[in-house]
């Protein structure tokens, strides 16, 4: 105590415009602390609300700007700022200092500066100025101390989610993207993998479901354990009985030795079932057992084996109104929907294409040897197009342009192929030419949600299988390049 006393003697200065440097309290009455209370809490936003505390406590203190700065990150940054002039320069003082300081001339006024402290924690600081040719209050460092305080809760609520925005950037390189959608997407993998709760990952084909569902197990706790997966559509109920929970031998015609289902390979790590949706209601009730009770029973068994086991399930459907349809157990969809994360499609995001395209670029051309580079109006053609097949779509016409393009020089767009340069605006105008080309990106997006099974794109769109058939060639879509995954 005498050493801040001491410091704060020698920072004082005869020749400061301030009515009064004593420490005496000398607060403003108790109605101005609720008016600061007020307006720190009539925010959600916890930058806005700092703004409208500082905002209030430049008005109250006639000063002429009010820094809020934080070292959270490494280097003095600045966090919200209100007022004119040039910036304050004594945060990073009172940061290292951890006290008060000021009043104090600094070029062009006088400056106060008050730690923001949350708990044991400095957190940040606060720093008023006031231009030379302004009084200083004489109660002005009391109530920045009582700004701090209010702001403290708010400041850091504010910078640890910027801490976990970091963080997600560098913690899930793999989803590239720079928009807000895949930002969100970032942050909730992380959160996710912290929590112990089953995840379920919604999103068209080829959005990158499984990169995520492997982050969320490389971020986890259970890192060090293994990750299975197992595409649920790809295989019929009598072997994916045995695929999951194993079996013994003799259990069945080719059964000839006992083997572990992928429940128990992933005991104490993570088990993705992807296309969970396109399971059957036998495998269903199967796999409920095996998730509500965490135990398993091989195909021939009469004994259950205890796991444990994290299981994150993807699927290309809107898993609610499967439920709702009857297409799926809501008793299973309750225990596999605790944590949901949804990853957007790629038109829902243009700004992520052309990063998406460099990147994928740079890896092709590493692989073939290629000095060539990708023009910037390619990347503009690139990202107008819609991406029915997503991310998957857009690796596979970089490769492919990769081996059309020459081995130097700039990839202009005439080589792109015919289907990203229908994207443009047409340049006849003509309104029968504008129709087919909607209809033709409706049914390819259509074709697209439903991952290329042609029954259910067909009730997406109101028209029978066949009525789709005849759609496809009218727009002269090469059903060939149509997979068609169901059928019935």
């Not at 009857?326 to 929907?337: A, E, I, P, S």
């Not at 998957?392 to 990839?411: D, F, K, T, Y």
């Amino acid at each position: 105590m005498l050493l801040q006393r001491e410091i704060g003697r020698r920072l004082s200065r005869d020749d400061l415009p301030t009515v009064s440097t004593s420490r005496a309290p000398q607060l403003r009455p108790s109605a101005l602390s609720v008016t600061l209370l007020r307006a720190a809490h009539e925010d959600d936003d916890d930058k806005e609300a700092i703004r409208r505390l500082i905002d209030r406590a430049a008005h109250e203190l006639f000063a002429s700007r009010i820094d809020v700065l934080s070292a959270a990150a490494g280097p003095v940054t600045l966090v919200c700022s209100v007022g004119e002039g040039l910036p304050t320069r004594l945060g990073p003082r009172v940061l290292e200092a951890a006290f008060p300081i000021g009043p104090e001339r600094q070029a062009g006024g006088s400056e106060i500066g008050a730690p923001v402290r949350f708990g044991t924690r400095v957190v940040g600081v606060i720093v008023c100025r006031w231009p030379i040719d302004r009084i200083v209050p004489a109660d002005a460092a009391e109530l920045l101390e009582l700004i701090a305080v209010i702001a403290a809760p708010r400041l850091d609520a504010l910078l640890a989610v910027r801490r976990d925005e970091a963080r997600a950037w560098t913690a899930v390189p793999e989803l590239l993207g720079v928009s807000d959608a895949m930002a969100n997407v970032r942050k909730a993998i992380v959160r996710a993998a912290a929590a112990p709760f089953a995840v379920l990952i919604e999103g068209e084909s080829g959005v990158g479901k499984e990169l995520a569902a492997r982050a969320v197990h490389q971020l986890s706790p259970r890192r060090e354990r293994k990750f299975c997966d197992v595409n649920c559509a790809a295989l019929p109920d009598e072997l994916l009985e045995s695929e999951l929970f194993g079996h013994t031998r003799g259990a069945f015609s080719g059964a000839v030795v006992d083997r572990a289902g992928l429940f128990e390979e992933a005991d104490g790590g993570t088990l993705l079932l992807d296309e969970v949706a396109d399971l059957s209601s036998r495998a269903q009730a199967k796999l409920l057992r095996a998730v509500q009770q965490q135990e398993v029973r091989r195909v021939g068994e009469s004994f259950s084996r205890k796991i444990d086991v994290r299981v994150v399930a993807a699927a290309n459907r809107d898993m609610r109104a499967e439920a709702a349809a009857g297409r799926f157990r809501q008793d299973l969809l309750y225990r596999l929907d605790v944590v949901r994360i949804h990853i957007p499609p790629l038109r829902e995001r243009p700004a992520d294409i052309a990063v998406l395209a460099e990147h994928c670029w740079n890896g092709a051309t590493a692989r073939t040897g290629s000095k060539a580079r990708l023009s910037p109006a390619t990347l503009a053609e690139l990202s107008r197009y819609q991406w029915p097949g997503n991310v998957r779509e857009l690796q596979n016409v970089i490769a492919s342009l990769v081996v059309a393009a020459p081995h130097r020089g700039w990839v202009r767009p005439s080589m792109l192929p015919p289907a990203i340069g229908l994207a443009t605006p047409l340049s006849s105008g003509r309104l029968a030419d504008a129709r087919e080309q909607f209809e033709r990106r409706f049914v390819e997006l259509a074709l697209a949600r439903a991952s290329g099974n042609r029954a259910r794109a067909a009730r997406s769109l109101g028209l029978t299988r066949q009525g789709l058939m005849k759609v496809l060639a009218r727009l002269r879509l090469d059903q060939s390049l149509v997979p068609d995954t169901e059928s019935c």
